[in-house]
């Protein structure tokens, strides 16, 4: 395990810098869910393009969205948190390997250059990010509902699952904003 240094302060998540659309859309993020302290193996991360921030149920809420086919939702379905980290743009090939290789096969870290750290205290206690993230929430799952196409209002949804691989959605309550300074 290695664990999250000074360089990490916990914020606001309203001082989450930038638009969501942006940010989770045009930039990507990596969501990241297991147990670092069981050793390699135990935790898996994917790039996503696919998401949102908001608040429901009174809680500053994240929604991600995984297809079942991928090796990430074993994670998140396993564990009680998962994480969202956002990078600079000089990680955007570090984002492609992790969103085009499954962590089955590849050993994303070391494919990647990205340093796996756990949190070991306060509110992000438990959740698992990259020490080159820019930010990096943690969230506690609350909600987990499986697409059904019948439920589909615009036809032209169905065009996005040729496979009928459709998403798993997970609604999880923003617990940390962890910010990294740098150093």
């Keep these: 395990m290695i664990p999250a240094d000074n360089r990490w302060v916990e914020k606001d998540i309203r001082e989450f810098s930038g638009s969501p659309a942006v940010r989770i859309g045009d930039e990507w993020m990596l969501i990241t869910a297991g147990n670092l302290r069981e050793g390699r193996g135990n935790w898996n991360t994917m790039t996503a393009s696919w998401g949102g921030l908001g608040v429901l149920w009174g809680r500053n809420t994240a929604f991600i969205f995984i297809r079942p086919t991928r090796y990430t939702v074993e994670f998140v379905r396993a564990a009680p948190l998962f994480t969202l980290s956002f990078f600079d743009k000089s990680y955007r090939r570090a984002l492609e390997i992790c969103g085009n290789r499954s962590g089955r096969d590849t050993d994303k ?20 990010g990259f020490r080159e993230a820019s ?28 496979k009928r691989d459709y998403h798993r959605m997970f609604i999880g309550e923003i617990l940390a904003l962890m910010v990294n300074r740098g150093g």
């Design 135 to 162: 930010e990096i929430m943690v969230c506690r799952k609350r909600y987990a509902h499986d697409f059904d196409p019948a439920e589909f209002l615009d036809p032209s949804i169905e065009e996005n699952y040729p």
């Design 109 to 128: 870290a070391a494919e990647t250059g990205l340093t796996p750290l756990a949190f070991e205290g306060g509110k992000a206690a438990g959740g698992i």
